[in-house]
């Protein structure tokens, strides 16, 4: 059992992508074995610059495959020009359920609605004060008042 994930260049489309992803897929299943899961990650930036690529579509296959199967589809990414980076990695065990990655979006989504609730505060709108923030009559008097002396 292995995870792959591989990097594609950021000017193929997300159709391209998925092409790649079904070249690979049927060279591990004419190897003899199979691919239970497939996640796509997205379009990312890059930590660096490879190949004059500042972002990357990132995607995760787990294999189910003799290490022959394996190595053929490694082979198949390092002849493509498409494929940025790869890495596979044996395991014990396939994650169940979504993979860190696509956890981690729903995070962003949360973190993204708190920033935008922020800017809209800073703006103006939607603008809550707290009871004890607003001014009361007293106050409006008193500055008013100072504000004469000052004249």
Excluded: C
């Amino acid at each position: 059992m292995y995870e792959s994930v591989f990097i594609a260049r950021q000017d193929v489309t997300a159709a391209q992508v998925d092409g790649l992803v079904e070249t690979f897929e049927r060279v591990i299943t004419d190897g003899g074995g199979s691919v239970p899961k497939k996640e796509s990650w997205g379009l990312k930036t890059l930590a660096y610059k490879i190949k004059k690529n500042r972002k990357g579509h990132y995607t995760l296959m787990n294999l189910d495959a003799p290490a022959s199967a394996v190595h053929e589809m490694e082979r198949q990414m390092r002849i493509s020009e498409d494929v940025l980076r790869y890495i596979t990695i044996r395991v014990e065990k396939f994650e169940e359920g979504p993979s860190v990655m696509m956890r981690s979006r729903d995070r962003d989504d949360r973190s993204r609605r708190g920033r935008d609730d922020r800017e809209s505060r800073r703006d103006g709108s939607e603008s809550e004060v707290a009871e004890e923030d607003k001014p009361t009559e007293a106050s409006a008097e008193t500055m008013e008042k100072s504000e004469g002396d000052n004249e």
